[in-house]
């Protein structure tokens, strides 16, 4: 495992410290998704599941219980079976959860009716997050109800129920070394995978075969997922903020916008570039490029210890729309054009996210009513972005259709920020010196 057992432990017990005593937690795993018919999606664990304990397998449900003396980390998972993993691969089993990934107590899945009530009865605090899981959410208050229901006979039901979420994920928001240590191999793997891109990409190619050199590129680095579906949006297609088709063919004069990153160890990369085609610039694209280029500096310079989450994309706006004022695509004075959101028609989003086990992390970005304030360990996206739609007849036919984003992601350090997707160029004239060479 690329975290260490230890860690797994440690964040196991932060969580039951903050939990109280005469408490639990009951988290699910993720179940199997059904792709088509008796086909499944690949199996990949809860984001929340896998933090606490690092266990790979579905129809799994984890238990923790402040201060049991039988043991505090209690898991319920699949037997083994020799006849199901001929088919279906290997299992841990009990034994395996116990032996491998810490439980100190483990038992069949099939079990859990019997077993679970009892680990609940007597408790203070339930923590789980409600709705996630429809199916085990109905089972757990089954479970609640049964307990109700033998009060006469002296059982003692749970007293409350609390959001596991409110602990769990800002926990998981702050990045240990051993997480940024797999977060920056992701984000080597995933920079040499959009570098690969630019080195193949010529007019004629369709988007799809630059996603497949993508995702050839992530295998082989020991990556076999991206992180999230791959954007490849030539033309007028990057200025659909979420295009995953990835169908047309590329055209020379066109940039084609990509974004995507690997999944590695179940943490993501998120890198979006834009290049163009043939591997020049235009004038129009590439005055459009540097504004978006010298926002994403602006908001870099916002990334450290006590500033708020908001200054790096209120500082990448501020160069947004000094650039379009400069090219004459917005009209007006800035500080009004700001107020009034004008420059939303060129740029609708904000100007990164929370990125980690989740590529949109888990974590507030508000707190009392206010902006976060950025902490080292924390590990965000920088992302601005111009998009001048196709049918948009505000502005000149020659800035039609151009679409362009810039994105990397930052880890806050103690004194400012470590980029972890350096490793693409995004210069210009370094861009069209890779295709060059390419």
Request: charged content about 25%; glycine content about 10%; aromatic content about 8%.
């Amino acid at each position: 495992m690329a975290i260490p057992a230890a860690e797994f432990a440690r964040r196991r017990r932060t969580l039951m410290n903050l939990m109280g005593d005469n408490s639990i937690a009951v988290l699910p795993a993720a179940p199997v998704r059904v792709r088509s018919r008796d086909t499944e999606y690949l199996y990949r664990q809860d984001s929340d599941f896998h933090y606490l304990c690092g266990f790979p397998e579905p129809e799994a449900v984890l238990v923790l219980l402040p201060g049991r003396e039988q043991g505090e980390f209690v898991l319920f998972c699949r037997e083994r079976n020799r006849e199901r993993e001929i088919w279906d691969g290997y299992r841990q089993g009990p034994e395996g959860a116990c032996e491998h990934y810490g439980a100190d107590d483990a038992f069949p899945i099939g079990d859990i009716d019997d077993i679970l009530p009892g680990l609940l009865e007597g408790r203070d605090r339930v923590y789980y997050s409600m709705g996630r899981h429809p199916e085990f959410d109905n089972q757990l208050m089954g479970w609640i109800n049964h307990i109700r229901s033998q009060v006469k006979t002296g059982a003692v039901p749970p007293n409350e129920f609390s959001d596991l979420d409110h602990f769990l994920h800002d926990l998981r928001l702050y990045k240990s070394s051993a997480e940024l240590k797999v977060m920056r191999r992701a984000g080597e793997i995933s920079a040499a995978a959009h570098c690969r891109a630019m080195e193949v990409c010529k007019p004629g190619l369709y988007e799809y075969q630059l996603e497949a050199e993508l995702h050839h590129q992530f295998a082989m680095a020991g990556a076999r997922s991206p992180a999230y579906s791959s954007i490849v949006g030539g033309g007028a297609n990057g200025c659909i903020l979420h295009y995953i088709e990835n169908r047309d063919r590329l055209k020379d004069g066109d940039l084609v916008l990509i974004d995507a990153g690997c999944e590695l160890h179940g943490y993501a990369a998120d890198i979006t570039r834009t290049f163009p085609v043939n591997g020049s610039f235009s004038k129009q694209q590439r005055a459009l490029y540097e504004i978006v280029l010298a926002a994403q500096q602006a908001a870099f310079e916002q990334v450290k210890p006590g500033n708020p989450w908001s200054a790096g994309h209120d500082a990448a706006v501020k160069v947004i729309v000094d650039g379009l004022l400069e090219l004459g695509l917005l009209r007006g004075e800035r500080a009004e054009l700001i107020e009034s959101g004008a420059h939303r028609e060129f740029y609708m989003h904000k100007t990164g996210h929370w990125i980690g086990l989740d590529v949109h992390d888990v974590g507030d970005y508000r707190v009392d009513d206010h902006s976060r304030v950025l902490e080292p360990g924390m590990v965000l996206t920088v992302e601005p972005g111009i998009y001048i739609a196709p049918d948009n007849l505000n502005v000149e036919e020659k800035w039609r259709g151009i679409g362009i984003r810039i994105e990397d992601n930052l880890a806050v350090t103690a004194d400012g920020y470590e980029n972890l997707t350096v490793g693409v160029p995004k210069a210009p004239e370094e861009i069209e010196q890779l295709m060059a060479a390419g």
